[in-house]
């Protein structure tokens, strides 16, 4: 049974490479001031 918010394998696919990837994006070093 589906819920209402599921998604199909074809909307998946097409909503994937616009999803960020799985690593977390890491900022750089802070620097003393």
Do not use: F
Not at 1 to 14: C, F, G, I, S, V
């Amino acid at each position: 049974m589906h819920d209402r918010h599921d998604l199909t394998d074809d909307q998946w696919a097409l909503l994937e490479p616009h999803l960020p990837g799985g690593e977390p994006a890491r900022g750089g070093q802070w620097a003393d001031h």
